[in-house]
């Protein structure tokens, strides 16, 4: 189904939002715990860094390239899931979690062991909270708005 910019500016904003809670509360417990107004700032810092990167790059259909030509899945299935939402944390994950790293460290020789230090269990929390999420944003998304094209 081909969904019109309003359905996808929904599923990306609410997706978005989800999303950087979910990996920003990750990465608070990770790093030792935070303040609530750090804790904030981080979830804010995460849903512009992730939003502004959906913008600029097709992860979607990168992700759907990817599940359906290289692992050869067939759409709706659980490998199919999974194979796009690992494509799509690749990206988002690596980009939000190295953003962030250089938010807090800054540049210099600290940065990339601050970064390394949660990536690989961030991307873990990112895939398997985006697997979880989709199915009910996309049925938020269809109820609330138009997916006409």
């Given at each position: 189904?081909?969904?019109n910019n309003e359905w996808f500016f929904?599923?990306?904003?609410?997706?978005?939002?989800?999303?950087?809670?979910?990996?920003n509360t990750a990465a608070t417990i990770?790093?030792?715990?935070?303040?609530?107004?750090?804790?904030?700032?981080?979830?804010?810092?995460?849903?512009?860094?992730?939003?502004?990167?959906?913008?600029?790059?097709?992860?979607?259909?990168?992700?759907?390239?990817?599940?359906?030509?290289?692992?050869?899945?067939?759409?709706?299935?659980?490998?199919?899931?999974?194979?796009?939402?690992?494509?799509?944390?690749?990206?988002?994950?690596?980009?939000?979690?190295?953003?962030?790293?250089?938010?807090?460290?800054?540049?210099?020789?600290?940065?990339?062991?601050?970064?390394?230090?949660?990536?690989?269990?961030?991307?873990?929390?990112?895939?398997?909270?985006?697997?979880?999420?989709?199915?009910?944003?996309?049925?938020?998304?269809?109820?609330?708005?138009?997916?006409k094209p």
């Amino acid at each position: 189904m081909k969904y019109n910019n309003e359905w996808f500016f929904k599923w990306n904003i609410i997706t978005n939002t989800c999303m950087a809670l979910i990996i920003n509360t990750a990465a608070t417990i990770l790093n030792g715990g935070d303040t609530l107004q750090g804790w904030v700032i981080g979830c804010c810092c995460a849903f512009t860094i992730n939003t502004i990167a959906a913008i600029l790059i097709p992860v979607g259909p990168l992700s759907v390239k990817f599940a359906r030509e290289v692992c050869k899945t067939k759409p709706g299935t659980l490998a199919d899931l999974l194979a796009r939402n690992l494509v799509i944390n690749f990206i988002f994950v690596t980009i939000v979690s190295f953003g962030q790293a250089l938010i807090h460290v800054g540049v210099g020789p600290n940065l990339f062991p601050a970064w390394i230090s949660t990536y690989f269990q961030l991307l873990i929390v990112g895939i398997v909270g985006a697997s979880i999420i989709e199915k009910p944003i996309e049925k938020f998304c269809d109820r609330y708005g138009t997916n006409k094209p």
